[in-house]
C-alpha cells in the first residue's frame, strides 16, 4: 500500500518503522520544521525525520499544510491511505479525501476520552488505571473520527507519564499494523465515537508544575508521574525552587499543616486530609536530580519546615 506518513515526536518513531517492517512503500514522510534545541538553540530534526532518513525515505517539512502547493505536493505521490501519529497540526478536509482510504490516525488513548496534545500525561495525571490506543478514521474534528481498533493497558500506581509513553508508542505501532491488515483484507470496521464520553488532554505547560500541598498525596504523586519527563513538578523550600521527580504515597496520616515536614529519613510532607507524599527523587534548584536522602545531607531542611 502507497502510504505518506505524518508524525513528528518519538511517538510516531515505531509506527513509521512498522509500516516500513510491514512491507509499505512508505513514498512521503512529513513532519513539522526542525525548531532550536538547548541553550545554544542548535537547529535539530524531529524524531521523525531523523528516522526517516536513516530508512532511506523522502521527508516534507512544510510550515504550514494549507496552502496549493502542500495539497499538490502530497497529491503528486497517489497516496492510498495517509498515517497520522503526534504530527500536531490539523488536516484540512481536503488533505483527509485525498488518500484513496482517507486517513488514519494513532492516538494515545482510549477515544473519545483524553482527546487533544496530551493524552498520556493527563491521563496519568488524573491516575487512571487504564489507558490504551486508538486507531480513529479521521474527520475534520479535533480526534473525533471513528474508531477502528483499540489496544488497551494498564497504567502501574507509580508508572511515570514518559515510562507510558514509550510503551505506548509501540502499542500503537502494534495496533496500527493490524488495523492496515484488516483494511487490506477488508474486514475494518469503524465505530462512531460517543461525545457524551469525550474529554480533553489540553498541552501541558510550566503552568501545571506548582505543587499545592492542600491536595491529597495521591493527587500530588499524580501530578509528579504526569508531569515526569517534562514539565516536572515543582515546590519551593526557604525560597528556593526544587523540582520533584519521584515519590511515594505514604501509609503514615499526620495532623500538621499541609507543606510541613514531618519526616528526613524518609523525607516526608504532610498533605490534604491528614495524608503524607513521601519525596523520593528531587532536584534542588541549578544542582542535580538525587535521591531525597542525598538532598537532605547536603541541605538543612529541618522538621517543621514548611514547603510552598
Known amino acids: 500500500m502507497r502510504i505518506i506518513f505524518m508524525g513528528t515526536p518519538d511517538f510516531a518513531v515505531p509506527s513509521l518503522r512498522r509500516l516500513v517492517a510491514d512491507g509499505h512503500e512508505v513514498v512521503l514522510v512529513v513532519s513539522q520544521p526542525d525548531k532550536p534545541v538547548g541553550r545554544k538553540q542548535i537547529l535539530m530534526p524531529t524524531a521523525v525525520k531523523a528516522e526517516a532518513l536513516t530508512l532511506g525515505l523522502e521527508v516534507f517539512q512544510p510550515p504550514i499544510l494549507k496552502t496549493d ?33 482517507g486517513c488514519i490516525n494513532v492516538h494515545g488513548s482510549l477515544l473519545p476520552k483524553y482527546r487533544g496534545a496530551a493524552p498520556i500525561q493527563w491521563a496519568v495525571l488524573n491516575g487512571e488505571c487504564k489507558t490504551g490506543v486508538t486507531t480513529m478514521q479521521m474527520s475534520a474534528g479535533l480526534d473525533t473520527g471513528d474508531i477502528l481498533q483499540v489496544l488497551e493497558r494498564d497504567i502501574p500506581t507509580d508508572m511515570t507519564a514518559g515510562e507510558l509513553f514509550d510503551l505506548l ?33 489540553p498541552m501541558l505547560d510550566k503552568s501545571y508544575s506548582p505543587m499545592d500541598w492542600s491536595k491529597s498525596a495521591q493527587e500530588l504523586h499524580d501530578q509528579v508521574r504526569g508531569l515526569n519527563p517534562w514539565p516536572v513538578a515543582t515546590c519551593r523550600w526557604t525560597g528556593s525552587g ?6 511515594t504515597v505514604s501509609p503514615l496520616s499526620v495532623e500538621a499543616v499541609a507543606g510541613t515536614v514531618v519526616s528526613l529519613s524518609p523525607l516526608q510532607i504532610a498533605c490534604g486530609n491528614g495524608t503524607v507524599l513521601q519525596l523520593d527523587e528531587v532536584q534542588g534548584e541549578g544542582g542535580k536530580r538525587m535521591a531525597a536522602a542525598d538532598f537532605i545531607r547536603g541541605h538543612a531542611v529541618p522538621i517543621g519546615t514548611v514547603l510552598e
Open 169 to 201: 508508542a509501540e502499542d500503537g505501532a502494534e495496533v496500527l499494523s493490524t488495523t492496515i491488515r484488516a483494511l487490506e483484507n477488508g474486514t475494518l470496521t469503524r465505530t462512531p465515537q460517543t461525545e457524551a464520553d469525550a474529554c480533553y488532554a
Open 242 to 247: 526544587m523540582k520533584v521527580w519521584k515519590t
Open 69 to 101: 502547493e502542500v495539497y499538490e505536493k502530497l497529491a503528486s505521490h497517489q497516496p492510498d491511505l495517509m498515517v497520522v501519529a503526534a504530527y500536531g497540526r490539523i488536516l484540512s478536509q481536503r488533505l483527509l479525501d485525498l488518500p484513496t482510504y
